[in-house]
C-alpha cells in the first residue's frame, strides 16, 4: 500500500478494505472503469465509504471484489446492465 489513507483504513473494523486503486491492480479493470461504473450505478459496489475533510474516500470489501469480477465475467442482473 502506499496511499495516505492506508493507517486509516487499516485500522477500520470489519475489513479488509480496498481502495479503488487497488481494486483495478487486482481486477486488472482500470481505475476509471471501476469509478464510471460506480457514478452510473452499473454495480453495488463499492458497499462502503468513509470521509476524510471533504473527500469522500470509496472502500471496497471482499464482497464488493466478488460483484465486480463477476460483471467483468457478464454473470451481472440483466437490470444492472
Excluded: C, H
Amino acid at each position: 500500500m502506499g496511499s495516505p489513507y492506508d493507517t486509516m483504513i487499516a485500522n477500520l473494523e470489519g475489513g479488509p478494505f480496498y481502495l479503488t486503486s487497488q481494486v483495478s491492480e487486482i481486477t486488472g479493470i482500470p481505475a476509471e472503469t471501476l469509478r464510471t461504473w460506480r457514478v452510473r450505478k452499473q454495480m453495488q459496489a463499492p458497499s462502503k465509504f468513509i470521509v476524510v475533510g471533504e473527500i469522500k474516500v470509496y472502500l471496497y470489501t471482499e464482497e464488493d471484489l466478488v460483484e465486480i469480477r463477476n460483471r467483468r465475467s457478464g454473470k451481472v442482473q440483466e437490470n444492472r446492465k
